[in-house]
Structure formats: C-alpha cells, structure tokens
C-alpha cells in the first residue's frame, strides 16, 4: 500500500544551505521555461507552432543538467508534463456534460514566481537520486550538479539533516521525493512517497470513522464514531481573504488601460494563496493527527455539488471555491491521510444540512447563521449536526457525542483550542450511559 513521510529537512551549514537554496531556484526556472513554451503554444502566441507537446524539453534540460544534474531536470519536466496532463484531464470533465466534478473552468499549469519578486522553491528528486538513512541522527542526501559542485567545492551529494520522525519508516521502495521551501515558517520540507507491506499497521485496533462538513460558516465539522467532534473556526481567515481581494480589485483599477497587473498586485495574490494554504496545510495535519489517535480509519467528505446545492449564494461560493478552494482542500487531506494510513471516501451528503437529527425533516427545518432549528424542539450548530447525520447515513448506525465539541482559531501559525469550547478535561465517559438531550444538539453551540 502506498503511504508517504513528510518532514522537516536542515542543511548542515550555510553552504549547504545556499546551494540548496540555488538548487531549488534553478528547478523553479526550469519548470518556468518549460511551462512558458507550452503555455504560448496552447494560446497559439508569441510565434510557438504545434501543441504544447512540441516545447524543446531537450534543449532545457542540457541548459540546467549542469546545476541539477540530469536526473533532477528530467523529472522537473516530467512534473510539469503530469500538470499538463491532468489540466487536460480536467478540462474533459469540464466539458462532459455528464461529469459533475469539475464545476469551474479548469486554468492551465502556474508558474513559479521570478526572479526579482521571488519563485517557489520546490523541485523533485528521482527515486534513485536520493538515499534517506532513519536512526538518531536521520539524514537525507540528494545528488546535485557538477556546476554546483565546483561553485561551492562540494563532494555532489548534499547532506541534509531530518527533523522529526517518519510514520513510515520500514517501507520496501520509495518514490519520487518532492522537496521546498515552506516561506510560511522559513523551513525546507520533503515529502517521500513509500510502498510499504499490507500487514504494517501503525494502529492495527483502527475502524473508527469520522465525517467533515465543509460548513458556509465553519471551515469543517467533524464527528467521529469515537463520540468526538471538532470544529475549525474561519470567520477571521475569510475577511482577511476577502480584505486582500479588495485591495486586489482596488490596485487594479487604478491601473493603466491594457493592463491587468502589478509587481504589487501579484505579491498580494501570492500572499494570499501563501496564507490559505498554510492554514489548510495545518488544519489537515492537526485533524488527522487528533483522528489516528482516536483509531479512525475512515473518514467521509463530500462532495463539491452538494455544497453547491444545498449552500449557493454569492458569498458561499467565493468561500467554497475561492478562498478555502475545496477541491485542493480535498487533495490535501487525502495526501495527509495517506501517511497516517487513514483514506479518504468522497460521498454524498446532499441534504444533511437541512435534516433534523431528531425528526427526520428536511423542509421544516431552518438554519440561521451556525444555528439549525426545527419545530419538533431540536436546535443545534448547523454543521456539526450535518457532519454528525452524514456520519450516520454512512455507518448506518446512530452516532452519541460524548461531550461538548473541541473548537479550533487559527493565529497565523496553528490551531488552537478556543476558550469557548468548554471542554471537559475529566476521563472521557462511557458512550452506553450517555443519552441525547431532545431540545439540544448533541454538538450544542
């Protein structure tokens, strides 16, 4: 089964540290070169003939083989060919009318930033270009250019030191290791991809499951079997996100006719993307880390078209598309989940907002801000409720939280636990003595 280590990396001086640095802008560079030329021959621009199949990848990759050295440079193309690949992927289903997944028109593959406003420094190491060795002192070392090796009078293989310890550690093959510069928190991360043996286990006991919603409100709700329910705060996050966006449309329209950005405007969308992204990023660890200690195996998400259906309006939609960008949220979580050997099942949750945990209806109910309420009695936090009736539907058995939800504010670095979650600190209680209370929800806000 295939799992993944993700980790801290640390060059061992600042030599390393600068050729790591000049490593990874160089694959940025590459990747941008590559990226252009296909680019301008999909828009049949700036004299490219033929289809973006047709870049000089050949030429490109002696360009840079000297600084990544050839194995590294072939698999940068290759990585942006798989973007390619799966933009064009995506692009069918946006245009089978059959096929609901993809709701937004699809965009072709990014760049990477330039040289004067920064780049993203990332680059993909080949499976045999690099050797992980786990212990006290765990390291990594990756194979770099000639061209580096006689600017810093380095042996060619970079040493880096691993912060932390792998999930996987006892895997039998690994994978292409994705490796850069995390600006958020002025670290470099890896990310290895492993093949390990279907009888290793880290928590052999785990069948427990959990389902999210992804609230209008609420970034995600989560109930678990285990009687545990979470929520993720993301009022404050939304505002800022839409703040920027603002001052975004407000620089574009004093700018001058014919164009459509600025070095201003796009350090602002990269701060943007940045700051959403990190909080995702840990938003997905910290759920998934409080889930394998809970022994969930499982966990449900649904799918985009019923946010959309049961949740539409203008505001929502930005919240769902643009700002928490659901589907690369989804992507995220299952990339996480997969090294805590955890998967991740996309069902339908159509109407789980709107049913009632303690009658059944749909259309009587009506939901306020975070509040659902119906005229059978019952009043509870909209998402939670969702998340725990999604959970139900697909376990087909009746979920009891055991205790108050654990609520979670994001401070620019991690999630905390709110002050309001009145958490009980006492030994969890035995699900068989706990009942629901009929006139409140079992997640009460």
């Known amino acids: 089964m295939k799992r993944t280590n993700t980790f801290a990396v640390r060059p061992l001086s600042d030599t390393g540290k600068q050729l790591l640095r000049d490593l990874l802008d160089a694959s940025a560079a590459l990747w941008n070169e590559v990226n252009y030329q296909r680019l301008m021959r999909y828009n049949d621009e700036g004299g490219f ?10 030429r490109l990759e002696g360009q840079y083989k000297g600084v990544l050295g050839a194995s590294t440079a072939q698999q940068v193309i290759r990585k942006n060919s798989e973007a390619w690949r799966g933009f064009f992927d995506t692009k069918n289903k946006y245009h089978d009318e059959s096929n609901t997944s993809v709701t937004e028109h699809p965009e072709p593959p990014g760049f990477r930033g330039n040289e004067d406003d920064g780049r993203i420094l990332k680059t993909v190491i080949r499976n045999t270009s690099y050797t ?9 070392e990756i194979l770099v250019g000639s061209d580096l090796k006689d600017r810093y009078d380095h042996t060619g293989r970079l040493r880096l030191e691993i912060a932390g310890d ?8 690994q994978g292409r290791l994705d490796l850069w510069y995390d600006e958020t928190d002025n670290t470099f991360r890896a990310s290895q991809p492993v093949t390990v043996s279907d009888e290793t286990r880290d928590t052999p006991l785990a069948s427990e499951k959990a389902a999210l919603d992804i609230g209008a409100n609420s970034l995600v709700a989560c109930t678990t079997t285990t009687g545990e329910q979470y929520l993720y705060e993301g009022r404050e996050l939304f505002q800022r996100f839409r703040e920027t966006t603002r001052e975004i449309a407000r620089l574009q329209s004093k700018l001058e006719e014919g164009r459509y950005s600025s070095e201003r405007i796009e350090r602002l969308y990269r701060k943007r993307t940045r700051r959403r992204d990190h909080a995702q990023e840990a938003l997905c660890r910290d759920l998934l880390e409080r889930l394998h200690s809970e022994g969930v195996d499982t966990v449900y998400i649904g799918g985009l078209t019923d946010v959309l259906e049961t949740h539409w309006s203008v505001k929502t939609n930005a919240k769902t598309h ?21 998967s991740v099942e996309v069902r339908s949750e159509a109407w789980t907002s709107q049913e009632c945990p303690q009658c059944g209806s749909t259309d009587r109910t009506t939901r306020h801000q975070d509040t659902l309420t119906c005229p059978c009695g019952f009043e509870g936090h909209a998402d939670l409720t969702a998340s725990e009736t999604f959970l139900e539907r697909h376990t087909e058995k009746a979920v009891r939280p055991m205790a108050r939800p654990v609520r979670f504010e994001w401070d620019d670095h991690e999630w905390s636990e709110s002050p309001h979650s009145h958490r009980p600190k006492e030994q969890r209680t035995d699900p068989s003595t706990v009942h629901r209370d009929g006139n409140v929800a079992s997640g009460g806000s």
């Open 49 to 58: 003939e033929g289809d973006v199949w047709d870049a000089d990848t050949g």
């Open 132 to 140: 992980v060795e786990w212990g006290e002192r765990s390291r990594l």
């Open 166 to 173: 792998p999930n996987w550690p006892d895997y039998e093959k």
């Open 322 to 342: 643009n700002f928490w960008a659901f589907k690369q949220f989804t992507e995220r979580l299952a990339c996480t989940a997969e090294e805590y050997g955890i």
